[in-house]
């Protein structure tokens, strides 16, 4: 390019104009040639010097070449601080600010946008003041400081709705959104990415909305609403095929490849993980798409029993996402390292990689992935049953707290497998029994006149349907139906969700030997084991409608056929049926079968939650208590630990009430003495000042169960922050940093 204008600002201005436009196409190299061809002729001061010294600055940050960008960039704010310009002074800030943030000099920058906010604020201008906010809580983010993230962006949104922005409100209530995602506030998240998603259908935004879609999809997993967030992935797959952004596709490939095998779908999962790897790996080696679908083939692997391909997955993802330095992801692998680890009864190995995923993910402030490796942690033997118990409880607050009932049954069911194991599991049955003397002690009268008619139901072939929410009481309604009817038979009980799909046939019908690729020898289905007594199905909305036909087809003829076996075997059972779902609205929306449910329903009760019975709640306290030694025979329950059992809300019901219980008697193992009042704070942490506080704002609420865990390790380790970093998982270090955070000190950590 010829320039002909001598004069000394119209040819500065023009330099600016012609370098503005190769930035626009990213063309850093041809930018940085014109400046340093015309440095020579620009003048160290004035707004037309500053604007091209700060494009010049842009450009050498394009290139990540950030010490010149950074010594230019200083130039450019001398050249502006000189003219009366004070806009494009804070424009100068602002790149000033992103190179800093992009060399990790994350204080320097932080100083530079706020000077930047500071000066566009001063000068009327609010949408550079929106600007600057935007990259300062993005830097925040890439330090997991979410509360001060989530702060600075509530202040943008304030301008961006004076200024009617739909467009910059649009992106902001989805970031909003996605950090309350890390931070486990999903009812916030989807609130604002609901919003997210208006905005942008209104704008016509595809691209925006898609990715909103996907975010709400991945809030919907986290939560086990598989349902929800396979209707969002649905909703966002046509926009991003619109738009054509592979990068995108392989999002939402890897998100429904997760809801797959989170719900029981391998096969399926495969296939879509498998085919984000594929178009991952066509855009670019070692992208962090491509660590993120293999960090989920490696999950699957897992579930497949896979330990080889999981392992061989995980280290090829460690790899990728530790150059990308994702602590989230690192710390993910990290957990499946130490499950591998744990499979390969590697102890040593699988309690420092545990131990070293769950401080990755402290530090991350991630919350759901952290409680993830928490209850793989309290799942593993490789850890004794004290540790065990400690990440379980952590893990059963997170999911109270975040209403995943799912996940909650599943921590709940794990804590009582460590506390009493059943003799014989029976492959995956629950339990197996031969005698039962089961009580269902309740002062609920609608329970009480149920448990009244269950006596009259020996001579009736009609099996019984249990609903309820998650730990309700329906296994032990199951038992003490059992305790009437067929105490001398044998009790039988399964999880249809815990089950495989593929597993679950030759599991509840048996099978032959030669019957399939492995059946090496005859094995009698849980139908079999229960001749004579009584069968529970727990959970038998989550029974795959192929076998619905077949449990229909057993029960009216009693009899069944094992898989590969010719000869019918005559059957004399009592049937439980139990389900926290709504099988009538399933049977209107086809997922589970009409006859069936007709057949089942003969006889059926829905079991109040403990909210409701508050009536109950006293009584199984000290039923519970007493079991554990908790309380002496003529002692009573304290006043001050029964008034925190009563007024919380038991999301988990009764086998929450029970947990905490269990975990009562871990405070009072470590706490040598004092009495159990003392212990209410430790065992209950923020929870029933929670239940009174429900006006508390988003950061309060994260503050406080942070602040609390603390309050209880260090209650549990009367003081000793050394003992307290164990129990919680994490340094010592880390310990000490959050409390100075949280103004905690050695006094406050023992209750009064």
């Known amino acids: 390019m010829t320039y002909t204008d001598d004069n000394g600002n119209s040819f500065v201005e023009s330099v600016a104009h012609y370098m503005?436009?190769?930035?626009?196409?990213?063309?850093?190299?041809?930018?940085?040639?014109?400046?340093?061809?015309?440095?020579?002729?620009?003048?160290?001061?004035?707004?037309?010097?500053?604007?091209?010294?700060?494009?010049?600055?842009?450009?050498?940050?394009?290139?990540?070449?950030?010490?010149?960008?950074?010594?230019?960039?200083?130039?450019?704010?001398?050249?502006?601080?000189?003219?009366?310009?004070?806009?494009?002074?804070?424009?100068?800030?602002?790149?000033?600010?992103?190179?800093?943030?992009?060399?990790?000099?994350?204080?320097?920058?932080?100083?530079?946008?706020?000077?930047?906010?500071?000066?566009?604020?001063?000068?009327?201008?609010?949408?550079?003041?929106?600007?600057?906010?935007?990259?300062?809580?993005?830097?925040f983010f890439r330090q997991n400081d979410y509360r001060n993230s989530l702060t600075v962006l509530m202040d943008a949104v304030e301008i961006a709705r004076r200024l009617n922005d739909k467009k910059k409100l649009a992106f902001m209530m989805g970031n909003i959104g996605r950090i309350c995602t890390f931070t486990?506030?999903?009812?916030?998240?989807?609130?604002?990415?609901?919003?997210?998603?208006?905005?942008?259908?209104?704008?016509?935004?595809?691209?925006?909305?898609?990715?909103?879609?996907?975010?709400?999809?991945?809030?919907?997993?986290?939560?086990?609403?598989?349902?929800?967030?396979?209707?969002?992935?649905?909703?966002?797959?046509?926009?991003?095929?619109?738009?054509?952004?592979?990068?995108?596709?392989?999002?939402?490939?890897?998100?429904?490849?997760?809801?797959?095998?989170?719900?029981?779908?391998?096969?399926?999962?495969?296939?879509?993980?498998?085919?984000?790897?594929?178009?991952?790996?066509?855009?670019?080696?070692?992208?962090?798409?491509?660590?993120?679908?293999?960090?989920?083939?490696?999950?699957?692997?897992?579930?497949?029993?896979?330990v080889r391909q999981a392992e061989r997955h995980a280290a090829a993802a460690l790899v990728i996402m530790d150059k990308a330095g994702d602590t989230v992801e690192v710390g993910a692998l990290w957990k499946i390292r130490a499950q591998v680890a744990d499979t390969r009864g590697q102890k040593r190995q699988a309690t420092d990689a545990f131990r070293k995923s769950i401080e990755l993910l402290d530090s991350s402030g991630v919350r759901w992935e952290k409680v993830e490796a928490m209850v793989a942690a309290g799942l593993s033997e490789s850890f004794d049953s004290r540790q065990r118990m400690t990440w379980l409880f952590r893990a059963e607050e997170f999911?109270?707290?975040?209403?995943?009932?799912?996940?909650?049954?599943?921590?709940?069911?794990?804590?009582?497998?460590?506390?009493?194991?059943?003799?014989?599991?029976?492959?995956?049955?629950?339990?197996?029994?031969?005698?039962?003397?089961a009580e269902y002690h309740t002062n609920c009268e609608e329970i009480n006149r149920f448990k009244a008619q269950l006596a009259m139901l020996s001579r009736s072939d009609l099996p019984v349907l249990l609903s309820g929410e998650t730990g309700v009481g329906k296994d032990h309604m199951a038992r003490y139906y059992h305790s009437l009817v067929r105490p001398d038979g044998p009790f039988v009980a399964i999880n249809c969700a815990s089950v495989p799909e593929g597993l679950l046939e030759s599991e509840l019908f048996g099978y032959r030997k030669g019957a399939f690729t492995g059946a090496d020898g005859n094995k009698d289905g849980l139908f079999l084991r229960a001749n004579g007594g009584v069968l529970f199905l727990d959970e038998i909305g989550d029974m795959p409608l192929t076998l619905q036909a077949k449990l229909l087809g057993v029960l009216e003829r009693r009899t069944l056929i094992p898989l590969g076996g010719t000869t019918e075997v005559e059957l004399d059972i009592k049937l439980v049926a139990a389900t926290n779902q709504d099988l009538e609205a399933m049977?209107?929306?086809?997922?589970?079968?009409?006859?069936?449910?007709?057949?089942?329903?003969?006889?059926?009760?829905?079991?109040?939650?403990?909210?409701?019975?508050?009536?109950?709640?006293?009584?199984?306290?000290?039923?519970?208590?007493?079991?554990?030694?908790?309380?002496?025979?003529?002692?009573?329950?304290?006043?001050?630990?029964?008034?925190?059992?009563?007024?919380?809300?038991?999301?988990?019901?009764?086998?929450?009430?029970?947990?905490?219980?269990?975990?009562?008697?871990?405070?009072?193992?470590?706490?040598?003495?004092?009495?159990?009042?003392?212990?209410?704070?430790?065992?209950?942490?923020?929870?029933?000042?929670?239940?009174?506080?429900?006006?508390?704002?988003?950061?309060?609420?994260?503050?406080?169960?942070?602040?609390?865990?603390?309050?209880?390790?260090?209650?549990?380790?009367?003081?000793?922050?050394?003992?307290?970093?164990?129990?919680?998982?994490?340094?010592?270090?880390?310990?000490?940093?959050?409390?100075?955070?949280?103004?905690?000190?050695?006094?406050?950590?023992?209750?009064?």
């Open 184 to 306: 486990g506030d999903f009812t916030d998240a989807i609130k604002h990415l609901q919003i997210n998603i208006e905005l942008s259908r209104e704008l016509h935004d595809q691209l925006e909305c898609a990715r909103a879609e996907l975010s709400l999809a991945y809030v919907y997993i986290q939560q086990s609403q598989f349902d929800s967030a396979e209707a969002a992935l649905n909703r966002a797959y046509p926009m991003i095929v619109n738009e054509n952004s592979r990068r995108d596709e392989i999002c939402y490939l890897t998100y429904l490849g997760e809801l797959y095998y989170r719900s029981g779908r391998l096969d399926e999962a495969g296939e879509v993980l498998n085919r984000a790897v594929t178009i991952a790996r066509a855009d670019g080696a070692e992208s962090p798409s491509l660590g993120r679908a293999l960090r989920h083939l490696a999950e699957l692997a897992l579930r497949r029993q896979d």
């Open 399 to 437: 999911y109270a707290h975040t209403r995943n009932t799912k996940m909650l049954d599943r921590v709940a069911r794990a804590i009582n497998r460590l506390d009493s194991r059943p003799a014989d599991s029976g492959g995956h049955a629950d339990s197996v029994t031969t005698t039962a003397t």
């Open 587 to 752: 049977v209107d929306d086809g997922t589970f079968r009409r006859d069936l449910y007709y057949r089942l329903s003969g006889i059926s009760f829905t079991i109040p939650p403990l909210r409701e019975r508050r009536e109950d709640i006293g009584m199984l306290v000290e039923s519970f208590m007493r079991k554990r030694g908790l309380l002496g025979d003529s002692e009573s329950v304290p006043a001050e630990l029964l008034r925190s059992f009563l007024a919380y809300d038991w999301p988990g019901n009764v086998r929450e009430l029970d947990n905490k219980v269990r975990r009562l008697e871990v405070m009072a193992e470590l706490v040598n003495d004092g009495d159990l009042s003392e212990l209410t704070h430790a065992v209950f942490g923020g929870e029933t000042a929670t239940m009174s506080h429900e006006n508390a704002t988003l950061f309060e609420r994260v503050e406080q169960f942070e602040r609390e865990l603390l309050l209880e390790a260090l209650s549990a380790a009367r003081g000793n922050k050394s003992e307290a970093a164990r129990l919680l998982g994490i340094h010592e270090a880390t310990v000490r940093t959050k409390l100075k955070r949280y103004n905690i000190s050695y006094g406050a950590s023992l209750p009064n």
């Open 20 to 139: 503005e436009s190769l930035i626009g196409t990213r063309d850093f190299a041809g930018a940085i040639e014109q400046y340093e061809s015309h440095r020579t002729k620009i003048e160290p001061t004035g707004a037309a010097a500053a604007r091209v010294l700060r494009l010049a600055a842009k450009a050498y940050a394009g290139r990540t070449e950030y010490t010149p960008a950074l010594k230019t960039a200083r130039l450019a704010q001398t050249a502006a601080e000189a003219d009366t310009d004070r806009l494009l002074l804070a424009e100068v800030f602002m790149t000033i600010g992103a190179i800093l943030r992009d060399m990790g000099e994350f204080k320097e920058a932080e100083r530079a946008f706020r000077d930047a906010e500071s000066i566009f604020r001063r000068n009327d201008c609010p949408e550079g003041q929106s600007r600057a906010l935007n990259q300062l809580a993005g830097l």
